[in-house]
């Protein structure tokens, strides 16, 4: 599940965007911009609320399994955002010095802008996705000892923040959801994991059928719009901040996706199958942190130089040139996830037995907010700064400082010696 989502991201970020060549420039465009009747079929590629819910279901075997075995909250939220920060710092690396260093060269701002723009769509999953980890010892407890009262009461939460920014008018209140949504679709892979999801039949067809119509009601006459994702000029975007309409097509694909899960275990007990199935969650982080890259590189080959006609999109014509730019787009991607990915499959070292690790609390949780903070303001300000060659020291600073945080928590965490004297 967790490589569908992602697979369905990169393909519908490859057929959103638009190569326009225009007075001798790339102009990138969103079909969705273009095509109003494509809205619909965001309610399809619109899959990351499987990805929080598998990342529900994996923190919560993985934590109990480490709790279990005495590790503190705190080193298990270190080693996974680690997990996470390893493809991330080359990602920012090459970015920030490959943007550097074409600004410092004279290269068109506007082109270099719009590259760092492109390279920055991944980061802000990251974010979300970095503190929501960090809050599963938190929010595990609080499934283990209230169950499903916790996104009962999130969902709540969420018609109320819902109800401020929309009907009331509080835009600064609508990006609390944020948090509610993603961490009530995490919630909900605790569920799925202890088998409270799994436990009636009638469950799943609960789940699908519901927020189907939930989606329907509130989509369909509004006040949310039907697409799932953001469109340019639109006047609400259903996940910037998330609504309670985009909770309802996650909800609507968990019941799917439990529906389905008998047949796609079936099919995944074949070898073939599974073999690519491990090796695609191998290099995930760097499929999705550098799925934009190959956009570039196809803008230039094939729009800068004149090969791809630019007929009126949505013809014929142009839906058989996108089956080809995506074909062109998933070659490109092939050998850059086989040189990048080395970096995620790198072996990690295993904690040695014996005395069960441990973490400072401050240090780890300074350093994912520290961290998350940086790439926060990499991907809003588009890895572009201030001085000769725009270096975006503003988010370099705190994710540096976070990274370091984070590797040296262990330390932080030893209790320190006593000495007696007698």
């Not at 990805?51 to 994996?58: C, I, K, N, R, S």
């Not at 006047?235 to 309802?248: D, G, I, Q, Y």
């Not at 968990?254 to 191998?282: D, M």
Request: glycine share 10%; aromatic share 10%; charged share 10%.
């Amino acid at each position: 599940m967790r490589l569908f989502a992602i697979s369905a991201v990169v393909l519908g970020h490859w057929l959103a965007v638009v190569i326009v060549l225009r007075d001798g420039r790339l102009v990138g465009q969103n079909a969705l911009a273009l095509l109003p009747w494509a809205h619909w079929a965001t309610w399809v590629f619109q899959v990351m609320p499987l990805f929080f819910l598998v990342g529900g279901y994996a923190n919560a075997a993985s934590w109990r399994s480490r709790r279990e075995r005495g590790w503190n909250g705190a080193f298990w939220v270190r080693s996974r955002a680690l997990r996470l920060l390893r493809p991330t710092t080359l990602f920012v690396a090459v970015v920030t010095v490959g943007a550097f260093v074409a600004r410092v060269l004279g290269v068109d701002p506007r082109l270099v802008d719009a590259a760092a723009w492109a390279a920055g769509i991944a980061l802000w999953f990251l974010v979300v996705y970095l503190c929501v980890v960090a809050l599963t010892p938190v929010t595990h407890a609080a499934h283990e000892r209230w169950g499903p009262a916790v996104p009962a009461a999130l969902v709540t939460g969420i018609a109320l923040v819902d109800l401020a920014h929309l009907g009331l008018g509080l835009p600064v209140v609508g990006s609390v959801n944020f948090a509610l949504v993603w961490l009530c679709l995490h919630q909900l892979g605790f569920a799925w994991r202890d088998g409270t999801l799994t436990r009636s039949p009638v469950t799943p067809w609960a789940l699908a059928l519901g927020g189907l119509a939930a989606l329907v009601l509130l989509a369909v006459p509004g006040p949310y719009p039907v697409s799932m994702v953001g469109v340019p000029g639109a006047e609400v975007n259903n996940t910037s901040p998330p609504t309670l309409a985009l909770l309802s097509l996650g909800v609507c694909q968990i019941g799917v996706a439990l529906l389905l899960r008998g047949p796609a275990t079936r099919w995944l007990r074949r070898p073939r199958v599974w073999t690519v199935v491990v090796a695609g969650n191998s290099v995930i982080m760097t499929l999705y942190l550098w799925h934009m890259l190959p956009v570039l590189v196809g803008a230039v080959l094939l729009y800068a130089t004149g090969l791809f006609p630019q007929p009126p999109v949505g013809s014929p014509l142009w839906w058989v040139l996108r089956l080809l730019w995506v074909l062109v787009l998933a070659v490109v991607m092939v050998p850059l996830v086989a040189v990048l990915g080395r970096v995620e499959r790198s072996p990690r070292r295993p904690v040695p037995p014996g005395v069960p690790p441990r973490a400072g609390a401050w240090p780890v949780a300074v350093g994912v907010a520290a961290a998350a903070g940086g790439v926060f303001l990499l991907g809003l300000k588009s890895f572009h700064g201030v001085g000769p060659g725009g270096l975006p020291v503003a988010g370099l600073a705190p994710y540096a400082a976070g990274l370091l945080l984070l590797l040296v928590a262990p330390w932080a965490g030893r209790p320190r010696s006593r000495c007696s004297t007698g």
